[in-house]
């Protein structure tokens, strides 16, 4: 961060150094987490699901109840003040989720339910101005069934099919593939930074430009990226960026689509009805400017408010020694691991974050999931909603641990503590 100079002359009184974010403390942090505090079934939470959905600290819970407490009303079209508050917090947190994201304009910020609602929006409008009969959408192994759907869709009304991007045994995507299935015909790639099965990091900015040099746009689906990796969308150089808020902190019921101006001018509306438009009359609509055109209705205001209570939270840290703390997680808890005799790693891309998958000898992940529960630790078992990367992989499912910001060496030595228990039951 930049200090803004001192004024000079001789009347300027020196300015105070805006406050340096303490250096990150995880118990400090795990501290502000309510939910983190109890036990289950007798045992302290080891809470290992944040790729489903993280945690909230008290900072944001505290957020959406003063907003419900003192602010709430509908927003954009009321004349009294509660509606204008309502309309400040709502427009406010937009505008904070436009620096944290390093977007220039935040009319290029939409609001949406989450990455999925996202994701269909992007596929109904951009998808479905571009794709026509015979032309290619690219994607990845890696993708989330959100990021397979709706393209699935897309390509099913239009005639046009899907191509994949293959990735090795490690679950790293190969890119001489990927910048080969670049043809003529493909008319945009969809790919996640992170996979929520693997961890897998995909170097988006170098796609960006590969995809970029054909002339093909690029969709981020940033579900598991954006609470793991520093993300400037500018930088990455995509067209389009998607995510959730309750990945990274914030509430369920909010996510965000930015995308690129020049893009979503020339997209046509998605959902239609209120907020959405100037003015209506039985013959025509006159649509509204962005980034109104595409929210429709009432937004989720006490979602986006509690987004922004997230993104004030997370600038509040210091964030390089939070990314740094769970990195070092992800080492741990991988070392530990790889000690559980009969444990096999599922997904070894040397650029991971946030996610240790894995199996245990030929125990089912749901036992497992099952057995580790009663020791007080959460994880996510099943196809992860990446059912393709588990064909591909030849496995049914895998147990999954996930980190969060929270997460502390104790939880990844209660899971491996939980696997031995489970290895005894099932030898
Ligand atoms: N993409 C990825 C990589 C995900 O991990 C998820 C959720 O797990 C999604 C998309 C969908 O997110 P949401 O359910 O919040 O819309």
């Known amino acids: 961060m930049t200090a803004t100079p001192a004024a000079t002359g001789p009347a300027a009184a020196p300015r105070p150094a805006a406050p340096a974010a303490a250096a990150f403390d995880p118990v400090k942090v795990r501290a502000e987490f309510p939910i983190l505090r109890q036990e289950i079934r007798g045992k302290p939470l080891a809470f290992l699901d944040s790729a489903a ?49 390093g977007a220039g304009d ?41 990021n397979i759907v ?132 039985f013959e025509k609509t006159t649509y509204n400017a962005l980034p109104h055109k595409f929210e429709a209705g009432t937004p989720p205001i006490a979602g986006a408010v509690g987004l922004g209570a997230a993104v004030d939270w997370l600038q509040g840290l210091d964030l390089a020694g939070a990314l740094a703390h769970e990195h070092d997680l992800l080492r741990y808890g991988t070392e530990l691991l790889s000690r559980v005799p009969g444990l096999r790693l599922v997904g070894t891309a040397p650029e991971k974050a946030g996610v240790i998958s894995f199996l245990l000898g030929d125990v089912h992940p749901h036992d497992v999931g099952t057995v580790l529960d009663r020791e007080g630790v959460a994880v996510r078992t099943g196809h992860h909603c990446a059912q393709p990367l588990m064909i591909r992989l030849g496995i049914p499912a895998t147990v999954r641990a996930s980190l969060g910001l929270y997460n502390l060496r104790s939880d990844l030595e209660a899971l491996a503590a939980g696997l031995e228990k489970v290895r005894r039951m099932f030898a």
Request: charged share 25%; proline share 5%; aromatic share 6%.
């Open 53 to 101: 959905s993280s945690q909230k600290p008290r900072a944001v819970i505290d957020a959406v109840s003063r907003y419900y407490e003192r602010d709430h009303a509908n927003v954009h079209r009321g004349v009294h003040l509660l509606s204008e508050r309502a309309t400040a917090a709502y427009e406010g947190a937009r505008e904070k989720v436009r620096r944290f994201i």
């Open 150 to 281: 709706p393209w699935q869709m897309l390509a099913e009304e239009r005639g046009a099919r899907l191509v994949v991007v293959p990735v090795d045994d490690r679950g790293v995507l190969l890119l001489a593939e990927l910048e080969r299935l670049l043809g003529p015909r493909t008319r945009l790639l969809a790919l996640t930074q992170v996979s929520n099965a693997l961890g897998t990091v995909n170097p988006v900015k170098e796609i960006c430009a590969l995809a970029h040099r054909k002339g093909v746009p690029v969709v981020v689906d940033g579900a598991q990226g954006i609470p793991h990796l520093p993300v400037d969308v500018r930088d990455l150089g995509c067209d389009f960026y998607a995510f959730s808020g309750h990945k990274m902190y914030g509430p369920t019921g909010i996510g965000v689509l930015w995308g690129k101006r020049e893009h979503l001018e020339a997209m046509p509306p998605w959902q239609g009805g209120g907020d959405m438009i100037l003015s209506v009359t």
């Open 106 to 146: 935040a009319a290029e910020v939409l609001f949406t339910r989450g990455t999925t609602e996202a994701l269909n929006l992007v596929a109904q409008t951009f998808g479905r101005q571009r794709v026509r009969a015979g032309d290619e959408i690219l994607l990845t192994t890696l993708e989330h069934h959100s």
